[in-house]
């Protein structure tokens, strides 16, 4: 009964390549989020979805393109990988408006290796 | 914009020993603060935060923060090190607009805290 929970855990490609990254969480939230963490584990904020709809987009190339089907699911797409994109992306969701305590729920991370 | 520096990317100490991680803060007004830590191959998970004027906050497993705004300043604080809280901190500094819902939580670089026997 994960709260977060992100597929796949690890990804080894080559360069060029198209992958995704799927996102679920159960714990009733409608704000979604993808984090980037880097090889000196400094973290930072991607994209932002509520209620399906994209709030924030942190200056991101336009090879990542997100996807909420609905508000228990971010999906992170990622084409023609290059070598920079090495990370680890960490999906996380939290409640908004008055339910909102300021915490943010984080999934266990995907590595993702370019080649 | 808002940002957290944290003073020193590892700190060590003996189990035991008292941690103290740093965290100073950058903002036009006070912003609502937060403690994460990440474990080995795992996301993160909040210690504790500071939204309110209680300005001492406890957190999970025995840690604490105090929000000093006159040193712009959340150390995060713990009286004796156990070796199983060798991990990755992270500060977070939020606006204070939270019931937008919006929550763009800026992180600061971390620390790794190691704790020897």
């Known amino acids: 009964d994960t709260a977060v929970s992100q597929t796949p855990k690890y990804l080894v490609t080559q360069m060029g390549n198209d992958k995704s990254i799927k996102c679920e969480q159960n714990?009733?939230?409608?704000?979604m989020y993808w984090y980037k963490q880097d090889s000196k584990k400094f973290l930072k904020i991607m994209f932002s979805?509520?209620?399906?709809?994209?709030?924030i987009n942190e200056t991101v190339p336009n090879r990542f393109s997100p996807k909420s089907p609905d508000k228990a699911h971010l999906n992170l797409h990622i084409n023609s990988l290059e070598l920079g994109d090495s990370a680890v992306y960490f999906c996380?969701?939290?409640?908004?408006?008055?339910?909102?305590?300021?915490?943010?729920?984080f999934g266990e991370g995907s590595r993702l290796t370019v080649l | 914009a808002q940002s957290v520096t944290q003073l020193g990317s590892h700190v060590s100490v003996s189990e035991g020993a008292l941690v103290l991680l740093r965290c100073n803060y950058s903002?036009?007004?006070?912003?609502?603060l937060f403690w994460y830590v990440q474990y080995p191959n795992q996301g993160l998970q909040l210690l504790l935060k500071?939204?309110?004027?209680?300005?001492l906050v406890k957190g999970i497993n025995d840690f604490e923060a105090e929000f000093k705004k006159s040193e712009t300043s959340f150390h995060l604080t713990k009286p004796s090190a156990h070796m199983s809280d060798a991990a990755e901190y992270f500060c977070?500094?939020?606006?204070?607009?939270?019931?937008?819902?919006?929550?763009?939580?800026?992180f600061g670089t971390g620390t790794r805290l190691l704790v020897s026997p």
């Open positions: 903002s036009s007004v006070p912003p609502y």
């Open positions: 979805y509520n209620n399906k709809e994209l709030i």
């Open positions: 977070a500094v939020s606006p204070r607009s939270m019931n937008t819902g919006f929550q763009k939580l800026v």
């Open positions: 714990l009733g939230h409608d704000t």
């Open positions: 996380a969701s939290s409640h908004t408006g008055g339910a909102n305590t300021g915490e943010l729920f």
């Open positions: 500071y939204t309110s004027a209680a300005t």
